[in-house]
């Protein structure tokens, strides 16, 4: 079942960033037909990547984690379309590059379990969450875009 309109936090981490691969992911979402609300390369301080990582506060990884993403700029992007959340997670693929299949973002770009290349939320709670996080309302563009109407069937004022 759609959710209807999602948002989707993503990042491009200090790796992809470092390894010039900013404007390749940028282009799978593109391609896609997901729009971007929001784009602005950052440096991540202990503080938020402790906030954006709660979750992970009792794992083994999550002193490397915090290191890892802090370490170096990265671009965090809010990206928005349709169930946007599961179709941003499939392109982007499984979290060890070395398991991703080809053709996604980290399969085509990674090989590694940390250095994975990008973070995308990985549920539509999350994403709010992670998005509140990153972003003031003003950063983030409301209108729609000129080409929707080649890009979703437009039915009864829905999106399909
Ligand atoms: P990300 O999508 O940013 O969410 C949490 C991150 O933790 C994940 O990508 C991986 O980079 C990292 N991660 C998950 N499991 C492990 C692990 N077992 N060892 C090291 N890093 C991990």
Redesign the pocket.
């Known amino acids: 079942m759609g959710k209807g309109i999602e948002s989707s936090l993503v990042i491009i981490k200090p790796d992809g960033v470092q390894r010039r691969l900013i404007g390749r992911v940028i282009t799978r979402f593109e391609e896609k037909g997901l729009t971007i609300r929001g784009m602005k390369m950052m440096r991540v301080s202990s503080a938020l990547a402790g906030e954006h990582?709660a979750e992970?506060k009792k794992k083994p990884?999550f002193k490397?984690?915090v290191e890892f993403i802090t370490s170096a700029p990265v671009v965090v992007m809010v990206i928005q379309g349709v169930d946007a959340v599961a179709v941003v997670r499939g392109l982007v693929g499984a979290?060890n590059g070395r398991e991703a299949a080809p053709g996604t973002i980290r399969g085509d770009h990674g090989m590694s379990?940390?250095f994975?290349v990008v973070?995308?939320s990985d549920s539509s709670a999350s994403a709010r969450r992670e998005v509140a996080l990153y972003f003031t309302r003003n950063e983030l563009v409301g209108v729609p875009p000129a080409d929707y109407s080649y890009i979703y069937e437009n039915r009864d004022g829905s999106l399909v």
């Open positions: 990582y992970h990884f490397g984690l979290t379990l940390c994975n973070h995308a």
